[in-house]
């Protein structure tokens, strides 16, 4: 079962994503001398719809932990009919670009690399948006504490306008506007409470413009 997520490097900066002139334009803001303010802004606006999601925006290399397999699959695939590997297998539902490595913690706790050839990762009907690892040949011996496991991948999305990357690999147009959303709202708003004023969420809103990509569940 997944244990924890962390992330060790990323490819992009939050602005990238969502540039301080687009930024500003959304703002109707002119001056320059907000222009450090907004920036962190981008970032935190990233960052809280990245947290929404369940999964980071901007393109990383993340390390899943688990403390064991998720199980032994079927061996059809009752989608597409296509025999799937047999053994155990680890199941991630994140924004997954790439599988880079897989590791195991042997019994002197050492993190050690499966072999290339052992194991696989098998696309699923909801293409990016979640992959299967599967293990042909299990290690012998596995330390006995909670992390077991921990797979590398690389996640996120291209920023829009990329090129030579598939279109589904991009960040779609309403994540970046549920961003601009956010650093509306942090603009205008910068304290922890209103006084005098009554707020309402708006309709189709933040939520609405990112649950289409949200992922609920890790494991």
Same mark, same amino acid.
């Given at each position: ?38 920036t962190n802004l981008i970032s935190m606006a990233i960052e809280s719809c990245s947290a929404? &999601?369940?999964?980071? !925006?901007?393109?990383? /290399? ?5 403390? #064991?397999?998720? $199980? ?73 504490? &909670?992390?077991?496991? !921990?797979?590398?991948? /690389? ?5 829009? #306008?990329?090129? $030579? ?55």
């Amino acid at each position: 079962m997944f244990v924890a997520r962390r992330y060790t490097a990323f490819a992009n900066a939050a602005t990238d994503y969502v540039s301080l002139a687009e930024a500003k334009q959304h703002l109707r803001v002119t001056s320059s001398s907000d222009d450090a303010y907004i920036t962190n802004l981008i970032s935190m606006a990233i960052e809280s719809c990245s947290a929404y &999601l369940g999964y980071s !925006i901007r393109k990383g /290399t993340a390390r899943y932990a688990f403390d #064991g397999f998720t $199980g032994a699959p079927a061996m059809v695939n009752p989608i597409n009919g296509l025999n799937i590997p047999s053994g155990n297998y680890f199941r991630l539902n994140s924004r997954i670009l790439a599988i880079l490595k897989v590791y195991y913690l042997n019994s002197s706790q050492a993190l050690t690399e499966f072999d290339a050839n052992a194991w696989i990762s098998s696309t699923d009907p909801m293409g990016l948006f979640s992959r299967n690892v599967f293990i042909e040949s299990s290690p012998t011996s596995v330390t006995d504490d &909670l992390i077991k496991y !921990i797979i590398e991948v /690389t996640e996120g999305f291209e920023p829009a #306008g990329t090129s $030579g990357v598939d279109p589904d690999k991009l960040c779609p147009a309403s994540i970046k506007h549920a961003a601009l959303l956010l650093v509306g709202q942090y603009y205008d708003n910068r304290q922890a409470i209103t006084v005098g004023v009554q707020n309402s969420p708006l309709n189709f809103g933040f939520q609405y413009l990112l649950d289409a990509y949200k992922i609920s569940v890790l494991s």
